[in-house]
């Protein structure tokens, strides 16, 4: 009984202690928009954020020199002058000698693009009220550049078209790097590399654990992309020579390491005695100059099925460099992929050099100077134009550097030190937004008020914005609490997932935001890999009719994209190209690539015109279909039958009475996933739809796999879902993940890795034509077709260059478009959008999604309610609003 | 129990540093950066230096660089992707309060509610109440406790509109005690409870029902001892013998948080830290996390062997007694 007593006693007592405490109160605020992100971030540092959770924070307590938003009539954007007063100005004029020297200019300068001053707003404050000047831009910029911080932001400054002078150098100062010697050829006739810093020791480096972005691009059937992985993971089918070539390499390795390695300093050798105690893994990172082989004695085998034995002569011989060079042409030559890899000089790529990286770099080298209190100067290495230049400068990377410095500490072991800055809680930072961090609490909930120090609040130009006064975002990871919190009016936005459009897709409050990703099916159509996969099934399936052109098209043919998008979707859009609507060409004005004449062709370049096309004469008129997005049953069920009868005349083809087994790898399978389930149902029967009536059965087989884009590298799939999107203000750039054929992730298999081989020929809008291969059309349109920089009041000439130079660099992006999609490995089923209910307490600023700003943001959020008001609002309504929501 | 917790320590530790480092590459994959980071994590020296670097920090948090200066450093690592820079230690302490208040309430109810159930149905053996709460009790085991955790929130927060959906964030000097913070405590302590009650329920039935058919239960009676008086004196006690110890490790439990119940009621509880230091390659936390609840569940053993002795005297630990 004294225990029972006892246990009453705490339980009072806690409750006791609990009535002590304050509550929230809340009345200072009339306007609360209240939010849920599904993990906490991090960190939300400028210097560090890797994810969309971690620059949440920062983006109400931040704030850009400029910023994106809507223009007056609501409908398109207009770039604002935030933290900056002014457009940048090219300062090209003021540059001394002495800077040229420093920065490496030549030449005439004035309006290059490459000086700009950007005149800073003397308003902008931080939350403390300390004044925010020029020389805290370049002293954030002097810590996120910082060597020994090793930020994950720091290449903003040099790895897109914003280059500022020296920041990489200034970054990697100090370090011999072992750099991928490819990426230093840039006369791919002879292969001689050429190098912004000197190469340290003249050295070509071969190591087999060495990171390259040119092994996992070229071969990217392992994540590691390093030489050991290629060579240990070459294709069991690979050619008797390359098979020899990768093992000899491995021995000239295991040789030298455990004759030239001084092994007793490193406990990785503690256990070897003899050369084959090395093993795979102290194979790797070693460095090994390849010029040794010549110098020092290295034995290989002979033959590729007998390893070395010292006893017997004949199954060794000496290695050189000249033989290393010719092993590594063999391997590499044989792959057959990427650029070079036929080139008499192939057996660089895999090669590093070791880069003695400027020791002496100052951070006064560094192209940012604070030209006074109130202004910055930008020394770019590479040309920009002014509204580039706002673009890259929309983000920003201040800090509050005393407070950076006092919560910088110093890793346990090696030289690097991180931050603790924008970390656990709202003191660990300092805001210089609109919206400044009150609290927060890890995993539950952070606080954003207004900042009253803000400029923006006096200044007279940011009138009937930023009416809400607290965001509360809370932490909820599970959706069914997160629906309920919104339908009893404790959040202002739900995002709705493909159950929740059933009961709310036709809400008046729902709204669409448009991504620039586009979902496709894509297909394995290599004939020879699929070959493969069909002997490891039954006699009874089939695969290698997936290689056949007439069958992939009629596969397309037969998906009704609007079906599809109501099946298996929670509001992503039908759509039928690579590049949706998100996409602009013109950054200025707004022009979207789709809506220009050479977008709008590309359909009728693929389907020709679905509503009267008798696909050559394959229908008779009465059987077309009627619509333009892509379906066309009765074409599909033709191709069906003549894909059959070209299939019967090939050896490995498809047969009468068999089954078409397409393997379909996803991330979850659909048993855990609605959205699969749904997805490949949809497509089984849309499938057999124009299969069955030729007596052609298509089963789908789904396979989980979580990692499926690299299986997929691999060929080892039938067919998968392919979601790419990239840089709205870039839709040439996109063009990569289909065409370049060093793209480590394109995953047409098929076509992959063959763009360099395979040929297109692209008409222009002047009626001429003219053929290249996919790749050299991409560099067209990265590199050879770019239009040149107008002047503030262009002359006709310039301007008929530069619309002579975008037309046709338009009509080769609508060229290769139409050609991948002709190739109908890569078949687009949606353009994916989000769909998300608004409370009815907040409206949008604007009711047309507009790309960079989206609905307007918390800019431009009004609210219909205060806070008091929609307390009262929901106990009318019981404080269940799921009825309300419907309507 | 020492000697014990440094060998499963040791072999903790190896395991987790011999799999992958999950390094972001940094900027430009930067090889020299990612060599820099591995450095940095210590993860570019031998195993054995690496056990030894780890043990060190434990009682020296400090580290001499190559120019002499000394700087303090953690003495269990640093969490990389769940809280960057957080200490694991700090990372999980912070995180205990509303734990082990939710679990601790949840045990006040749970084990002498069990209990007492237990006893009524075991006295009520093979009646119609016996019957009901043992269909009852079975029902409850058997169903997890995300399904309830749905159940209390959608009926008792959404269509009742009693209790807070989620707990509410600590704003304006509340704390875990505000009445509004423990109001929004009441249903995720009754999904944590449901299950305890039931199992507590079910094993005081079945020790009680076999103790009051022992011989000695007819003896106390007929010696003149009302049933009250022979059921608490005697019943009892020895029923207590294998539920004392499940009472121990239910309070032993109070550290280790319930992730569908914390997700599903808000609470910024640990019961995610654990799985999240693995799904992450969070190895510093994995590994201060994972020995901590071992350290914990070592304890426990521990108290559990000592607790039989409580529980009925005739039990002892250890010594070198002989059969009497």
Known sequence: ?887 | MAITFVIIFTICFFLVRLMPVDISQGPGKDPTTYEKMRQAYGYDKPLIDQYLIFIRNIFYPYYKDANGVTYSVSRFGYSWQIDYMAEPNKMLFSKMAPTVIINGISILISIPLGILIGIYMALKKNKWQDYVLSVLVIVLISVPAFVYAFILQYSFSYKLNLFPTTMPPLMNGMSWFSPSVQKAMVLPVIANSIGSTAVFSRFMRAELSETLTSRFMILARSKGMSKFEAVVKHGLRNSMVPIFPMILGHVIGIFSGSIIVEQVFGVPGVGKIFLDSILQHDYDVFLFVGMFYILIGLAGGLLADISYGLADPRIRVGGNFKNE
Request: proline share 3%.
């Open chain 1, 1 to 887: 009984m004294k225990l029972k007593t006892l246990q009453i006693l705490l339980l009072i007592g806690l409750l006791l202690v609990g009535c002590k405490s304050e509550e929230d109160s809340g009345s200072e605020y009339n306007y609360t928009l209240n939010v849920a992100l599904t993990n906490s971030p991090k960190a939300w540092n400028p210097h560090t954020w890797e994810t969309s959770d971690e620059n949440y924070i920062p983006s109400y307590t931040t704030m850009g020199l400029y910023q994106t938003g809507l223009s007056d009539d609501r409908k398109s954007f207009k770039i604002l002058n935030e933290m900056a007063l002014s457009t940048p100005v090219d300062a090209g004029k003021k540059v001394s000698t002495a800077e040229k020297q420093k920065y490496g200019y030549t030449g005439q300068l004035n309006d290059a693009g490459l000086v700009y001053d950007v005149e800073l707003n003397p308003a902008a404050k931080w939350e403390d009220g300390t004044p925010i000047k020029a020389k805290d831009y370049v002293e954030s910029l002097k810590r996120l550049l910082s060597p020994n911080m090793s930020n994950f932001r720091a290449d903003t400054f040099w790895a897109s078209n914003f280059v500022v002078a020296n920041a990489e150098a200034y970054y990697k100062q100090g370090r011999i790097t072992s750099e991928e010697l490819y990426k230093y050829i840039v006369n791919t006739n002879d292969g001689v590399p050429t190098t912004r810093d000197i190469l340290f020791d003249n050295t070509y480096i071969l190591n087999l654990g060495l990171f390259s972005s040119y092994f996992a691009n070229i071969f990217p059937n392992q994540k590691q992309g390093s030489l050991f992985n290629v060579l240990a993971s070459r294709p069991r089918a690979a050619k008797p020579e390359v098979e020899f070539a990768a093992k000899r390499i491995l021995d000239a390795v295991q040789y030298y390491i455990f004759n030239y390695v001084e092994l007793s300093n490193n406990s990785k050798y503690s256990d070897v005695k003899v050369m084959t105690d090395l093993n795979e893994e102290s194979l790797l990172n070693v460095d090994i100059d390849i010029y040794s082989f010549d110098v020092n004695k290295v034995l290989v085998r002979t033959n590729a099925d007998i390893a070395i034995d010292l006893n017997d002569s004949s199954t060794y011989e000496e290695y050189s460099t000249n033989a290393l060079k010719e092993d590594l042409t063999t391997f590499v030559s044989n792959m057959t992929a990427g650029v070079a890899f036929q080139s008499s000089w192939c057996w660089k790529l895999p090669l590093f050099a070791h880069m003695q990286n400027n020791n002496t770099v100052d951070f006064d080298e560094v192209g940012l100077k604070a030209v006074d209190d109130y202004a910055l100067r930008f020394f770019l290495k590479q040309k920009m134009t002014v509204e580039d230049l706002q673009f890259s400068l929309t983000s920003n990377w201040l800090v509050r550097t005393d407070l950076y410095d006092k919560l910088t500490k110093r890793f346990s072991s090696g030289e690097l030190s991180a931050t603790a800055y924008a970390t656990d809680n709202a003191n660990n930072y300092m805001s210089y937004g609109p919206y400044k961090l009150e609290s927060f609490q890890k995993d539950k909930a952070f606080v954003i008020v207004k900042n009253p120090n803000w400029y923006g609040y006096h200044d007279g130009k940011h009138v009937n914005q930023y009416q809400c006064d607290r965001v509360i975002t809370q932490i909820v990871a599970n959706h069914e609490t997160e629906k309920i919190m919104f339908m009893k009016g404790e959040l202002d936005t739900l995002s709705l997932n493909k159950s929740d459009t059933k009961d709310y897709g036709r809400s008046s409050r729902i709204k669409y935001v448009p991504e620039p990703y586009t979902q496709k099916i894509s297909f394995n159509s290599d004939r020879e890999t699929l070959r493969r996969r069909q002997e490891q099934t039954s006699d009874n399936d089939n695969k290698t009719i997936l290689n056949n052109l007439n069958f992939r098209k009629a596969l397309s043919l037969a998906i009704d994209r609007r079906e599809f998008a109501n099946n298996a979707t929670a509001g992503s859009q039908p759509f039928t190209g690579l590049l949706n609507n998100q996409y602009m060409i013109n950054a200025k004005n707004g022009e979207t690539y789709r809506s220009t004449a050479q977008g709008k062709s590309v359909y009728k370049k693929v389907y020709g015109q679905l509503g009267g096309d008798n696909g050559g004469t394959l229908l008779n008129p009465d059987e077309t279909g009627d619509n333009h997005s892509g379906y066309n049953k009765n074409l599909a069920i033709k191709l069906v039958k003549q894909a059959i009868e070209e299939e019967k005349l090939l050896e490995d083809g498809y047969r009468d009475g068999q089954t078409v087994t397409i393997q379909f790898l996803t991330s979850q399978s659909k048993e855990e996933s609605e959205t699969v389930r749904d997805g490949i149902n949809y497509l089984e029967s849309a499938f057999n739809a124009v299969t069955e009536p030729n007596g052609m059965h298509v089963s789908i087989i789904n396979k989980k796999d979580g990692d499926y884009y690299n299986t997929a590298n691999r060929g080892a799939y039938d067919m998968i879902y392919s979601i790419w999107g990239g840089a709205t203000n870039n839709p040439y750039g996109l063009m990569q993940v289909y065409i370049d054929a060093n793209f480590a992730k394109n995953c047409e298999y098929g076509f992959k890795g063959h763009q360099g081989e395979i040929n297109l020929e692209i008409e222009f809008s002047d009626g001429s034509k003219t053929t290249k291969t996919y790749y050299a059309w991409f560099d067209d349109i990265v590199k050879n077709l770019i239009e040149p920089s107008l002047s503030a009041n262009p002359a006709q000439s310039q301007l008929d260059e530069y619309n002579r130079v975008h037309n046709k660099r338009l009509d080769v992006l609508a060229g290769v478009e139409a050609g991948v999609l002709s190739r109908f490995e890569a078949i687009p089923l949606v353009a994916r959008s989000e769909a998300s209910l608004n409370s009815y307490k907040v409206e949008d600023g604007t009711q047309n999604f507009v790309t960079f700003v989206g609905y307007g943001g918390i800019r431009e959020t009004k609210f219909n309610f205060t806070d008091a008001e929609w307390d009262e609002f929901l106990s009318h309504h019981n404080y269940d609003l799921a009825e309300e929501y419907k309507k």
